[in-house]
DNA sequence: ATACTATATTCGATTATTAGAATATAACAA
DNA sequence: TTGTTATATTCTAATAATCGAATATAGTAT
């Protein structure tokens, strides 16, 4: 049980460790969208966006909605937004290491350049 | 600069995307902890327990103190035991669709027989 | 029926993460 | 010195996640 919980919460925070679905979760904990309004708000591509998308489907962090033809994504529970915003909390408190933290990743990137275009 | 708080929050997130360092920042939101003390607490190897503190490490999630030859770990803020606490509230507002993500999750697992090990 | 738009899925190549084994380092004890 | 304990790092093989391209599906319009 305690390992059941512990998995759980490891694969919501996975579906939530990646900069395309914190943004999208970001967009979504102020509004619903539509898919190509998703992509149009974070910038990607239509196929990306419904990978990224179906992570947090899979993990039942986001409900959708059918209008015609669009179909429109919201937050399964505010709760989540809560969740993020945690994490501004977190990100204001450890400014100086979180910059850091970027400075430290984008040296590492520098030094493998054919990772680069990630 | 929007970019690269997504960019940490998803670090962060993926940091603690993973069952056993949940389990760790688990431990360490409750008390300090020796590696050795963390190992026999979660159950790992002492290698296994020294990459995934690594990774924690990394993004400045947890903070060490060394005594004699022991190394003890704690958090670097309580806030991330917010976080886990916030999610330990999703989890439980949750719970059905919780355990239907890990059921999903174990047949999945049993499709492909050569991944069963773990 | 065909055509068009919105979204989802599948496939292939690349990259990242993982566990475990072996090795390295550092503190301490005899 | 040698040995022992605690922790970290490096290496390898396996697994998983990612992107982009191509394809599929479903709704709507003509």
Partial sequence: MLESMRQFKAGVFQALGH??????????????MS??????AVGIEQANASQHLAVLRNKYLVETRKEGN???YRLRDPLLGE????????????MNEAMEVL????????????????
Same sequence: chains 1, 2.
Wanted: hydrophobic letters at 40%.
């Fill in 35 to 40: 898919v190509s309004g998703l992509c149009d």
């Fill in 19 to 32: 900069p395309t679905r914190v943004a999208i979760v970001e967009c979504l904990s102020r509004c619903e």
């Fill in 70 to 72: 669009q179909i429109f």
């Fill in 83 to 94: 969740v993020l915003e945690k994490m501004r909390e977190f990100f204001f408190a450890h």
């Fill in 103 to 118: 400075r430290e990743e984008k040296k590492v990137a520098r030094k493998r350049p054919q990772a680069a275009k990630r």
